[in-house]
């Protein structure tokens, strides 16, 4: 007998029923999450795709370039040696060196090895930051709009995470005034992206100077997600383009082998701490996760040969080229793109001329043109109804055709006004 699986939870539209989800749940953290919306639109399209539809992807915000090889071949090496078993909390010293020394050979950026803590995807090393850094009640500042796991790893630990509201006025970057303004005796930390998901902004060197200053003088920490690290075009010499330790040694940064690595399933993330905080972060690790994927740290030592640069440099300038086509696409549709993103893997429209908001848009896209996008409303409140992210990460082909079918939508869209 063959057998189907099931799921649980209905979707609504792009929702969930949370009353189904929440009903027995007795956790406060878990009825307070709200989905993740670019994985809920995922989930549509793969329904589609099971029932033979051709879904296009522009939702989520991963390459689809598979690991290159050097990496793959690394890893399977890694199963023939016998590397399946834990390694160190921290992950094995060969990668924490090699990480270390990629700072220095294409940043100039000195890291003590022993400051690098690699980890179970940035995701895991955000997770344990703050399980180290926050205590119940303590608030943390984030733009708004800016990656949403951020705040569920904030409540987790019983932290408050507090949107700060940004736009293209400021670059979608918050400015020390902003943090001033939201700051209070409970705040203790601001967490900052760049490139940042998900307009691609980058911050200004002379911003996050501010905001470090600003924040040092009140004893707080500044957090800085950097996983799109190596995926910038046409870089501004004001902007951080790098890393943000060469503005300032002892940031808190987090990065990942996910995105210009091309390792997403791999699961393998890094971060680099001041030296004060390494030891409770190995204690976190020990008890939270134990250790990193084994494998996957003997696979990434490849991803810093030349060879595997040149194939990841390759890769970052098909995906610029991308980001042009879509743009023009996008534009040429109807849309408005209020920053060009020189970072990362997205454009972020604002579709308020159309007479709908972000969600419906996107459900429609879906449902009557099979084009997977990811509403504002996934990435905060501040004008978010008003926008749509786009990822610029299918073929060229895929790119045409899709923002051709969304031009067929903008147009039914405003004859609907």
């Known amino acids: 007998m063959t057998r189907s699986f099931s799921p649980p939870v209905v979707l609504t539209g792009l929702g969930v029923a949370e009353d189904n989800l929440l009903e027995n749940t007795p956790s406060k953290w878990a009825r307070r999450q709200p989905p993740f919306k670019v994985m809920e639109v995922l989930k549509k399209g793969r329904e589609l795709e099971r029932e033979g539809r051709r879904v296009i992807h522009f939702e989520v915000g991963e390459p689809e370039f598979p690991a290159p090889l050097a990496i793959v071949k690394a890893g399977k090496q890694a199963l023939d040696d016998g590397h399946t078993g834990y390694s160190e909390a921290l992950g094995i010293p060969e990668l924490r060196i090699a990480i270390a020394d990629d700072y220095q050979s294409r940043f100039g950026i000195d890291v003590d090895p022993s400051r690098v803590a690699v980890t179970t995807g940035a995701s895991g090393a955000l997770n344990l930051l703050f399980s180290v850094l926050l205590n119940p009640g303590d608030r943390v500042l984030m733009p708004d709009p800016g990656y949403p796991c951020n705040e569920a790893f904030v409540r987790l630990v019983g932290g408050e995470p507090i949107r700060m509201p940004v736009d293209e006025h400021t670059g979608f970057q918050p400015t020390a005034k902003i ?9 203790v930390g601001v967490v900052l992206a760049t490139p940042s998901n998900p307009t691609g902004a980058m911050i200004q060197k002379a911003q996050l100077t501010a905001i470090n200053e600003f924040v040092a003088e009140r004893g707080g920490f500044v957090m800085v997600d950097e996983i799109y690290q190596g995926l910038v075009y046409e870089p501004d010499v004001t902007e951080v383009a790098t890393s943000s330790l060469g503005i300032e040694p002892n940031l808190i940064v987090v990065n990942s082998f996910s995105k210009y690595f091309g390792m997403t399933g791999w699961r393998l993330g890094w971060c680099v701490v001041p030296d004060g905080l390494i030891e409770a972060l190995e204690r976190a690790a020990q008890n939270l996760y134990i250790a990193p994927p084994t494998v996957a740290q003997y696979a990434a030592l490849a991803a810093y040969s030349s060879e595997g640069f040149r194939v990841l440099d390759e890769r970052r300038v098909l995906l610029q080229q991308r980001r042009d086509l879509m743009h023009r696409g996008l534009i040429d549709a109807g849309l408005e793109i209020p920053l060009m993103p020189r970072g990362a893997i997205y454009l972020y429209a604002n579709i308020s001329s159309l007479g709908t908001d972000a969600e419906t848009f996107s459900a429609r896209l879906i449902d009557d043109y099979q084009v997977g996008v990811t509403p504002g409303t996934d990435f905060g409140s501040y004008l978010a109804r008003d926008h749509v992210r786009f990822a610029f990460t299918a073929d060229e082909q ?18 609907e006004v």
């Open 398 to 415: 895929h790119i045409r055709e899709g923002t051709e079918k969304i031009s067929h939508a903008v147009r039914r869209f405003q004859n």
């Open 179 to 187: 943090v001033n303004e939201y700051w209070t005796a409970n705040t």
